[in-house]
């Protein structure tokens, strides 16, 4: 059994735990917490521990799955708990992949021990779908597209807003524009051109409306970049219509073969999903097994989806997937 700690207990954490009931290979042996782990109760009865107490179980725990944010928590957290447990994260700040794997790496090969960053499903499944596409079509074109779905960090920009109690953001593709790439049309694309963004917003009592509508269509790097369209309605109508985390998108890459590019092709990975942060969750999981497998055959130092074969996600041996699988 691959024994599994989580740190964080948020979203991502609850969703972690529930996926490793689905695994007959892994057990979880506890989630740990900055909070104060009297007042937190696991959906399935695991135990909490103080997260100050987590080096103190390194002997315990084969593969620790980290479930804190992009922005505060990762950066910092990943290489030290890689000091003393095999580590895996889903850090999502694209520019700052580079830097975060230098400093996780560093502490892996101190400590011999194996960090798996960036695991999810962007970055994660659709990177690999963009890899393979380029390797595969190497005349031709990349497209990735986002929603629809409810954007987290839109949404909180949002709800920053003077006047504001609480909303939803949802990131659109424009029909138009996939209906162009999956022709194989190739078109050069704005990125007005390829997303919409739709906005659910509860004001507080008294707040300018329209202000609040300004300042969310003129937001530069969030909103002012696309057409936005903003909504107003009630509290019960936001908790009752939009208490979800769906999300998904698609990944294409077009392009030609023969000695005259006469014949074209597209590729398209396509995810919808009712639950952005137990999908997360499920691909961590998945990942998991192969840093404990890649570990256990002594490997040592960072790694991304890149550099995992197929085969160590899968629970089965290499002779069940040939027999079932190939």
């Known amino acids: ?78 290489a030290e708990l890689a000091q003393y447990f095999n580590v895996i994260d889903s850090f999502d700040t694209h520019a700052k992949i580079p830097e975060h794997f230098a400093a996780v790496d560093a502490a892996c090969k101190k400590s011999g021990k194996i960090g798996m960053i960036s695991v999810g499903w962007d970055p994660g499944m659709f990177s690999l779908n963009r890899l393979y596409g380029q390797a595969i079509l190497p005349n031709g074109h990349d497209y990735t597209f986002w929603g629809k779905g409810v954007s987290q960090g839109h949404s909180d920009a949002i709800r920053r807003i003077p006047g504001v109690q609480d909303a939803r953001q949802y990131t659109i593709p424009v029909e138009a524009a996939l209906e162009s790439v999956r022709r194989g049309e190739n078109p050069e694309l704005t990125t007005r051109q390829k997303h919409t963004r739709e906005c659910f917003v509860v004001a507080k009592e008294g707040a300018d409306k329209a202000e609040i509508e300004k300042a969310i269509v003129t937001m530069p790097n969030y909103f002012a970049d696309y057409d936005t369209t903003v909504h107003f309605i009630t509290q019960e109508e936001l908790d009752r219509d939009h208490a979800g985390i769906p999300h998904g998108g698609m990944v294409f890459r077009t392009g030609t073969t023969g000695l005259n590019g006469e014949n074209q092709h597209v590729i398209e990975y396509k995810l919808t999903l009712d639950s952005n942060p137990e999908f997360t969750s499920s691909v961590l999981v998945a990942f998991a097994r192969a840093a404990y497998r890649l570990h256990s055959e002594g490997q040592t130092g960072c790694k991304t989806v890149f550099d995992v074969a197929p085969a160590y996600l899968h629970p089965e041996s290499g002779e069940a997937l040939r027999a079932k699988l190939l």
């Open 1 to 78: 059994m691959i024994r599994i700690g989580i740190a964080g207990y948020g979203n991502l954490g609850r969703g972690v735990e529930s996926a490793l009931t689905t695994t007959a290979d892994m057990k979880l042996v506890g989630v740990f917490t900055r909070r104060n782990p009297d007042t937190l109760k696991t959906k399935t009865g695991a135990p909490v521990y103080a997260m100050d107490q987590a080096k103190d179980m390194a002997d315990q725990i084969d593969v620790m799955i980290l479930c804190g944010g992009s922005a505060n928590d990762l950066p910092k957290q990943t």
